[in-house]
């Protein structure tokens, strides 16, 4: 069962709304969308509650204007995650962003702090080189076979879909827009976040070394901890079961240790 947020432009989609003692807040990669993270809330529940972030023009939004901007998106999701419909229930909550919405991740939990509310209890940063790692970004500016041809080689995307034009049409506009908000992103400087955070990424990715992973132990003022699987970008489609496990191993420590209050809101 998926309910939306019909308060906050359904920016929160909830995979599974039983009462579980512990909510992660997942942000999809660029061309992404909600849905990607469905598997996580049959693996993790019933201890974890599963919410997705959709950004729009996707999905069940579709019809709302993409968002080229990581400061507009990261915006966004704070409302949402901040009001009525978002996760003020008194449930701690972690972040897992992938790719892209680690780095929307990452400034969610930003905003939270600058705006003195508690933020998550763990950040989970996959697949992308920390904040401070930047590398200049063109994939946005390609035409449509070169843009076709770098997510084929970054995985991710069934290549039957990329096959069909009229599919192709409708997903290609999404995933440029994409490209576009982070690679024109920069981190401005700030003091770093006061939550463990564990970078994950596949040994063969090519938008992120192990050394640029490693780099995120500079944004945290607590504990940091690489995990390193083998694959490449999309190293997750190949490992869920390993890290759904990693995620439950986490949170559940957090929980046993009663650090979960750090994240009320």
Not at 36 to 58: H, K, N
Not at 140 to 154: F, T
Not at 227 to 234: A, I, L, M, N
Request: charged content about 20%; hydrophobic content about 40%.
């Amino acid at each position: 069962m998926v309910n939306s947020s019909t308060e906050n432009g359904h920016w929160i989609q909830r995979f599974n709304a039983e009462d579980a003692g512990m909510q992660l807040v997942c942000f999809p990669h660029a061309g992404g969308s909600a849905t990607y993270f469905f598997p996580f809330s049959t693996a993790l529940r019933p201890d974890v509650a599963v919410r997705a972030v959709q950004y729009p023009g996707r999905q069940d939004r579709r019809r709302e204007p993409l968002v080229d901007s990581i400061t507009e998106l990261a915006d966004g999701v704070f409302t949402a995650l901040a009001g009525p419909e978002g996760i003020g229930d008194g449930t701690p909550f972690a972040f897992f962003g992938h790719s892209m919405g680690a780095v929307v991740a990452f400034e969610v939990a930003r905003r939270l702090r600058r705006a003195g509310r508690p933020g998550p209890v763990w950040m989970f940063a996959s697949g992308r080189r920390a904040p401070t790692c930047h590398r200049p970004g063109i994939v946005h500016r390609l035409d449509d076979p070169g843009l076709v041809a770098e997510l084929v080689r970054v995985g991710g995307t069934d290549p039957r879909f990329l096959a069909d034009p009229e599919l192709v049409a409708t997903f290609l506009p999404v995933a440029r827009n994409d490209y576009r908000a982070v690679e024109n992103h920069r981190c401005e400087p700030g003091e770093p976040l006061d939550c463990p955070i564990t970078a994950v990424v596949g040994e063969d990715d090519p938008q992120t070394t192990v050394e640029e992973a490693l780099a995120w132990a500079e944004q945290t003022t607590t504990s940091f901890d690489l995990k390193v699987f083998p694959g490449g970008h999309f190293y997750l489609d190949s490992h869920r079961d390993a890290v759904t496990s990693l995620i439950a191993e986490t949170l559940g420590r957090v929980a046993r240790a009663g650090l979960s209050t750090r994240g009320l809101l």
